[in-house]
C-alpha cells in the first residue's frame, strides 16, 4: 500500500507535465492546422448537395418496370413495418426513364442534365437508414445517430484532418434548414467547439447574395481593430497557458483569429460578380427556375477552389420541399426543375477548373419514398432502400453499385447503410473509421460507432 500512494503521486505529477505540454502545443498550432492522414487520401474536399424531405428513387435513378406493370394492383410484397399511412396499391412512376451515355444507365425524365452526366456518376441504389421520420433519417445521415447528439460529418472531417485554408471555415453548410435537426446536422456535440460548421443563409430565405452572419468588410487601415484583436488574442492565450486548457476558451480564440482573417478573404469569396456570363447561363443564374439553386453551387465550386474541406448545399425545408405525401407529380417535377441544370454545371464546371479528381461529390437525401401510394397520387417515407450517388476522380464512373428489389421495396444486393456510406467517404479522404475517434464521458467514440464497412467496389 504504501509503494501504491508514491505511484499516485507520482501519475499525478506526471498528468500535470503532460496537459501543461499539451496546452503549449495547442497554442502553438491552431487545432485546425492540416493533419496527417491515416493512408493516403484519394481526395481533398467533399461537396455534399443535399434535397430535403425524401427524393424518390423509384422515380429518378432507379427504374421499376414491374412496378408500372402492377399499378394499382396490391403489392406481392409485404410491406415494411416503419411507414406512416402508405397503402397497399402500388403507384407507377408518372416519368419514363431512358439510358444515357456509353454506361446506358438509365435515368427518370425528371433529371435530363444530370442524366447526360451520367458516365460521370456511380449510382447507389442500395441505401439504407433506420429511421422513418425526417428529424431521425436527417440526423442519422448528417452526423450517424438519429437519436443521440453526436458529431456531424463535416465536424469529424475538420478534427482528423484540418483545414488547408486558415482564412476560411473548413466546414460551410450553405443554406441549411433549420428544422428536422437543424444546426446539430452541421454541429460538433462534443468534439472541440472549433470543428463547428459555419452557414451561410437558414433555408428561410431566398438564397441571393447571402453572407457569413457577423462580418463587415475589412479595412486595411483600421489599425485600431487590428490591436484590439491582437490584444484579445494575447490575453486569452495567456490564461490558456495558466489554466491548463479549456475546449471553450480554445475555440473562441480560434474564432476570433479566423474572423479577422476571413474579414480579408471571404467577401471575395462569396462575391459571384466577377464570374462570366457563361457561367451564369451554365448554371441558370438569372433565370427561373434554376437562379437560387444555381448561386449554391457556384458558391460551392468557389469555395472548393479555395480548399474549403466540407461543403454542405442544402435544397431545403421549408422552402423547397421533396416531401411529396401527394402530388407527387407535380412536386417533384417543379423541384427537380430547380436543382437538375445546377447540378450538372457543378459537375462539369468541377471538372473543366481541374477539381475534379481531388474532389468527392455526392448527391444526397434523407430516404426515398414507397412504391405503393399514399392516398391516390403521394408516396411515404422508406429508409429501407433509396439512391444517392457520388462522383469525381475517386470513384468509378458509369457504375451502378447495389441493387433493389423489382419494386424497389427493399435492398437485394451490396447493401450499405448510412455507416457503410459514411465509412467510405472518410476512406477516400484518407481517414480509417475505426481508427477516427474522440474520447468522451469514458469511452471511445466514432462516425460509424461500432459499424461500418467501406465499398471498395466503387472506387475507381
Same mark, same amino acid.
Request: with cysteine; aromatic share 8%; net charge neutral.
Given at each position: 500500500?504504501?509503494?501504491?500512494?508514491?505511484?499516485?503521486?507520482?501519475?499525478?505529477?506526471?498528468?500535470?507535465?503532460?496537459?501543461?505540454?499539451?496546452?503549449?502545443?495547442?497554442?502553438?498550432?491552431?487545432?485546425?492546422?492540416?493533419?496527417?492522414?491515416?493512408?493516403?487520401?484519394?481526395?481533398?474536399?467533399?461537396?455534399?448537395?443535399?434535397?430535403?424531405?425524401?427524393?424518390?428513387?423509384?422515380?429518378?435513378?432507379?427504374?421499376?418496370?414491374?412496378?408500372?406493370?402492377?399499378?394499382?394492383?396490391?403489392?406481392?410484397?409485404?410491406?415494411?413495418?416503419?411507414?406512416?399511412?402508405?397503402?397497399?396499391?402500388?403507384?407507377?412512376?408518372?416519368?419514363?426513364?431512358?439510358?444515357?451515355?456509353?454506361?446506358?444507365?438509365?435515368?427518370?425524365?425528371?433529371?435530363?442534365?444530370?442524366?447526360?452526366?451520367?458516365?460521370?456518376?456511380?449510382?447507389?441504389?442500395?441505401?439504407?437508414?433506420?429511421?422513418?421520420?425526417?428529424?431521425?433519417?436527417?440526423?442519422?445521415?448528417?452526423?450517424?445517430?438519429?437519436?443521440?447528439?453526436?458529431?456531424?460529418?463535416?465536424?469529424?472531417?475538420?478534427?482528423?484532418?484540418?483545414?488547408?485554408?486558415?482564412?476560411?471555415?473548413?466546414?460551410?453548410?450553405?443554406?441549411?434548414?433549420?428544422?428536422?435537426?437543424?444546426?446539430?446536422?452541421?454541429?460538433?456535440?462534443?468534439?472541440?467547439?472549433?470543428?463547428?460548421?459555419?452557414?451561410?443563409?437558414?433555408?428561410?430565405?431566398?438564397?441571393?447574395?447571402?453572407?457569413?452572419?457577423?462580418?463587415?468588410?475589412?479595412?486595411?487601415?483600421?489599425?485600431?481593430?487590428?490591436?484590439?484583436?491582437?490584444?484579445?488574442?494575447?490575453?486569452?492565450?495567456?490564461?490558456?497557458?495558466?489554466?491548463?486548457?479549456?475546449?471553450?476558451?480554445?475555440?473562441?480564440?480560434?474564432?476570433?483569429?479566423?474572423?479577422?482573417?476571413?474579414?480579408?478573404? @471571404?467577401?471575395? *469569396?462569396?462575391?459571384?460578380?466577377?464570374?462570366?456570363?457563361? +457561367?451564369?447561363? /451554365?448554371?441558370?443564374?438569372? =433565370? $427561373?427556375?434554376?437562379?437560387?439553386?444555381?448561386?449554391?453551387?457556384?458558391?460551392?465550386?468557389?469555395?472548393?477552389?479555395?480548399?474549403?474541406?466540407?461543403?454542405?448545399?442544402?435544397?431545403?425545408?421549408?422552402?423547397?420541399?421533396?416531401?411529396?405525401?401527394?402530388?407527387?407529380?407535380?412536386?417533384?417535377?417543379?423541384?427537380?426543375?430547380?436543382?437538375?441544370?445546377?447540378?450538372?454545371?457543378?459537375?462539369?464546371?468541377?471538372?473543366?477548373?481541374?477539381?475534379?479528381?481531388?474532389?468527392?461529390?455526392?448527391?444526397?437525401?434523407?430516404?426515398?419514398?414507397?412504391?405503393?401510394?399514399?392516398?391516390?397520387?403521394?408516396?411515404?417515407?422508406?429508409?429501407?432502400?433509396?439512391?444517392?450517388?457520388? @462522383?469525381?476522380? *475517386?470513384?468509378?464512373?458509369?457504375?451502378?453499385?447495389?441493387? +433493389?428489389?423489382? /419494386?424497389?421495396?427493399?435492398? =437485394? $444486393?451490396?447493401?450499405?447503410?448510412?455507416?457503410?456510406?459514411?465509412?467510405?467517404?472518410?476512406?477516400?479522404?484518407?481517414?480509417?473509421?475505426?481508427?477516427?475517434?474522440?474520447?468522451?464521458?469514458?469511452?471511445?467514440?466514432?462516425?460509424?460507432?461500432?459499424?461500418?464497412?467501406?465499398?471498395?467496389?466503387?472506387?475507381?
Amino acid at each position: 500500500m504504501a509503494c501504491g500512494f508514491g505511484q499516485i503521486a507520482l501519475w499525478g505529477m506526471l498528468a500535470s507535465d503532460a496537459e501543461a505540454q499539451r496546452a503549449a502545443s495547442t497554442v502553438a498550432q491552431s487545432p485546425l492546422s492540416p493533419q496527417t492522414c491515416h493512408h493516403r487520401p484519394r481526395v481533398k474536399r467533399v461537396i455534399f448537395l443535399f434535397l430535403h424531405g425524401g427524393l424518390s428513387h423509384i422515380d429518378s435513378f432507379d427504374p421499376k418496370p414491374k412496378l408500372t406493370e402492377l399499378d394499382g394492383r396490391e403489392s406481392p410484397i409485404k410491406k415494411p413495418e416503419f411507414n406512416f399511412s402508405s397503402t397497399d396499391k402500388l403507384l407507377k412512376s408518372p416519368w419514363q426513364f431512358k439510358p444515357y451515355g456509353q454506361s446506358g444507365i438509365e435515368v427518370s425524365k425528371l433529371f435530363p442534365y444530370i442524366g447526360s452526366c451520367i458516365d460521370s456518376l456511380c449510382v447507389i441504389r442500395s441505401m439504407s437508414a433506420d429511421f422513418v421520420a425526417h428529424g431521425g433519417a436527417c440526423l442519422q445521415l448528417n452526423t450517424g445517430d438519429g437519436i443521440f447528439v453526436r458529431p456531424s460529418l463535416g465536424a469529424w472531417l475538420l478534427y482528423g484532418l484540418g483545414s488547408e485554408n486558415q482564412n476560411l471555415p473548413g466546414f460551410i453548410s450553405i443554406n441549411p434548414s433549420t428544422r428536422h435537426g437543424g444546426a446539430q446536422n452541421f454541429g460538433t456535440a462534443f468534439l472541440p467547439a472549433v470543428y463547428q460548421g459555419t452557414s451561410i443563409g437558414d433555408g428561410t430565405a431566398k438564397f441571393v447574395d447571402q453572407g457569413f452572419d457577423n462580418l463587415g468588410e475589412w479595412k486595411p487601415t483600421s489599425k485600431l481593430q487590428r490591436q484590439k484583436l491582437d490584444l484579445l488574442v494575447q490575453r486569452n492565450r495567456r490564461h490558456l497557458l495558466a489554466s491548463g486548457g479549456d475546449q471553450r476558451l480554445e475555440a473562441r480564440i480560434a474564432a476570433f483569429e479566423l474572423a479577422a482573417r476571413m474579414q480579408v478573404e @471571404a467577401p471575395e *469569396a462569396l462575391n459571384l460578380s466577377g464570374e462570366t456570363q457563361e +457561367t451564369f447561363d /451554365l448554371y441558370g443564374i438569372g =433565370t $427561373e427556375p434554376t437562379d437560387e439553386f444555381g448561386r449554391e453551387c457556384l458558391l460551392a465550386r468557389r469555395l472548393a477552389e479555395r480548399d474549403v474541406r466540407f461543403i454542405q448545399v442544402s435544397h431545403s425545408i421549408p422552402r423547397n420541399n421533396w416531401d411529396q405525401h401527394s402530388n407527387l407529380k407535380s412536386g417533384h417535377e417543379s423541384n427537380a426543375a430547380k436543382v437538375d441544370q445546377p447540378i450538372a454545371a457543378l459537375l462539369r464546371d468541377l471538372q473543366r477548373r481541374g477539381l475534379w479528381d481531388d474532389t468527392l461529390i455526392i448527391l444526397g437525401t434523407e430516404f426515398g419514398r414507397t412504391p405503393a401510394a399514399q392516398g391516390k397520387n403521394g408516396r411515404d417515407h422508406h429508409p429501407h432502400a433509396f439512391t444517392m450517388w457520388m @462522383a469525381g476522380g *475517386a470513384v468509378r464512373g458509369g457504375m451502378i453499385y447495389g441493387a +433493389t428489389d423489382e /419494386l424497389g421495396y427493399y435492398v =437485394t $444486393e451490396d447493401k450499405m447503410h448510412i455507416h457503410d456510406f459514411h465509412a467510405t467517404i472518410l476512406q477516400l479522404l484518407g481517414l480509417d473509421h475505426t481508427r477516427l475517434t474522440y474520447h468522451y464521458g469514458g469511452r471511445e467514440y466514432r462516425l460509424t460507432d461500432v459499424h461500418g464497412e467501406v465499398a471498395h467496389k466503387l472506387f475507381s
